[in-house]
């Protein structure tokens, strides 16, 4: 009787240990996929200043139709993603989600990054103007085959 009862407890203790284990793992790619919907979150958010941003004249700080006329500093500063790290004069804001950089494509074309805090792969928002019907487009480019 004696040896039934140690195997009982070896059983128990291997199905508990085997338990933990995938719920450390559901747990953990929970965690990840809550941090790029932040991260997307984010991208959206910084995506609707910008046709605000492309129509505001230079004197009032904006691009006067043409993203090229700003830097990508600026562009990002303006974005509005709430960054709890950022330098004037730097090219990425950083917050809890991920960190963010701003690419100039064209006039009226522009990529905003985010690389999360979970890991890659990275998300992109691609944000343009289309010439024919003059409303503004926007489309994720991600790599996340979970979507």
Same mark, same amino acid.
């Given at each position: 009787?004696?040896?039934?009862?140690?195997?009982?407890?070896?059983?128990?203790?291997?199905?508990?240990?085997?338990?933990?284990?995938?719920?450390?793992?559901?747990?953990?790619?929970?965690?990840?996929?809550?941090?790029?919907?932040?991260?997307?979150?984010?991208?959206?958010?910084?995506?609707?200043?910008?046709?605000?941003?492309? /129509?505001?004249? =230079?004197?009032? +700080?904006?691009?006067?139709?043409?993203?090229?006329?700003?830097? !990508?500093? @600026? #562009?990002?500063?303006?974005?509005?993603?709430?960054?709890?790290?950022?330098?004037?004069?730097?090219? /990425?804001?950083? =917050?809890?989600? +991920?960190?963010?950089?701003?690419?100039?494509?064209?006039?009226? !074309?522009? @990529? #905003?990054?985010?690389?999360?805090?979970?890991?890659?792969?990275?998300?992109?928002?691609?944000?343009?103007?289309?010439? =024919?019907?003059?409303?503004?487009?926007?489309?994720?480019?991600?790599?996340?085959?979970?979507?």
């Amino acid at each position: 009787m004696g040896q039934q009862q140690i195997l009982l407890v070896i059983l128990i203790t291997i199905v508990i240990g085997i338990t933990t284990i995938v719920a450390l793992n559901v747990l953990n790619q929970r965690t990840q996929q809550s941090n790029r919907d932040a991260v997307r979150q984010d991208l959206a958010a910084a995506a609707s200043y910008v046709q605000a941003l492309w /129509e505001r004249p =230079n004197l009032m +700080g904006g691009a006067n139709r043409r993203f090229t006329n700003l830097q !990508e500093e @600026i #562009i990002l500063q303006y974005l509005n993603i709430p960054a709890t790290d950022y330098t004037p004069g730097d090219n /990425e804001a950083k =917050n809890d989600n +991920g960190t963010y950089s701003v690419v100039i494509v064209d006039d009226a !074309e522009l @990529i #905003i990054i985010g690389v999360p805090d979970s890991g890659p792969p990275n998300i992109s928002i691609r944000i343009f103007r289309d010439d =024919n019907t003059g409303r503004w487009l926007m489309s994720y480019l991600d790599n996340d085959e979970d979507d």
